[in-house]
């Protein structure tokens, strides 16, 4: 019989998850739980989306009212699975200005574990909806990466955060950044405020069919110091830890240090 401590995940966690709370993922967090069990990883961080202005995304994320039926379900699998999984309460949280105060009203409300800081829109235009991916054709990309960058380097100024949420994003239907030296820009600034980065696998599962961030930037950001954080950005149970032994090996490749959170800590 196979030791947990001998298969290919164990000691690694999976930290960036969601749930059907944001209307976009399906299975309950148990359900969750026990793919990461039997994938053999030592834990997992639920990061669903947070609740925003009435305005924002409404389709995409659970309500305000919703906030305590997520942490109930998360606490839930925490006493299921407990001594068997270590599982975190996070969030995965937008930067969009104007809206800091109802995302800090929101990690005041409960001991979050770990809290990802994301772009997702561009002024009013979701970049990464596939709804809207034939807006890309009508922008200059090399305009459109430095406004994004920017948008990221005020999420990682903002204080708001622990890790930057999938760096390169807006390459995910294949537009990828003609420069790179506004990605640049912002790893100096996220090594420089001791922030982490998420590695994100969920870009294997996307039409450029690369993690987030790139080799390149992987490179870049081990290089200045920058943790690395694994998540599978899984919104069902099948997709959790999803290629993680070759996203560890391509992390150590690089010279990166994985870790994870608790109690808004890092820890490895």
């Keep these: 019989m196979t030791s947990p401590a001998s298969l290919p995940l164990a000691g690694l966690y999976d930290s960036h998850m969601h749930t059907p709370l944001c209307q976009h993922a399906v299975g309950h967090p148990r359900e ?19 609740p925003m202005p009435a305005w924002y995304d409404a389709p995409w994320r659970m309500r305000r009212d919703q906030l305590a039926e997520y942490v109930d379900m998360v606490q839930e699998a925490q006493a299921e699975f407990a001594g068997r999984l270590h599982i975190g309460l996070g969030l995965e949280a937008d930067f969009h200005p104007g809206t800091e105060r109802s995302v800090e009203e929101v990690l005041a409300a409960h001991p979050w574990d770990y809290v990802i800081g994301s772009v997702h829109y561009l002024g009013a235009w979701g970049f990464d909806n596939p709804e809207f991916a034939d807006e890309y054709g009508r922008r200059d990309l090399g305009s459109l990466y430095r406004h994004y960058y920017a948008l990221v380097e005020g999420a990682a100024r903002s204080g708001l955060f622990d890790a930057v949420g999938h760096l390169d994003l807006p390459k995910k ?53 920058i943790p690395l954080v694994l998540g599978s950005d899984a919104h069902q149970p099948a997709e959790v830890g999803y290629a993680f032994e070759a996203a560890a090996e391509r992390v150590r490749a690089a010279g990166g240090q994985l870790v994870n959170y608790a109690g808004r800590v890092r820890r490895g």
Excluded at 32 to 50: E, M, N, P, R, V
Excluded at 187 to 211: C, F, H, I, Q, W
């Design 173 to 225: 239907f294949g537009h990828r950044d003609p420069d790179g030296a506004a990605a640049l820009k912002v790893l100096d600034t996220v090594a420089a405020l001791g922030l982490s980065l998420d590695y994100n696998t969920a870009g294997e599962r996307k039409p450029v069919a690369e993690a987030y961030p790139s080799p390149t930037l992987l490179t870049a950001a081990a290089e200045r110091g």
């Design 32 to 50: 969750y739980a026990q793919a990461a069990l039997d994938a053999g990883l030592s834990g997992i961080t639920f990061t669903d989306h947070i």
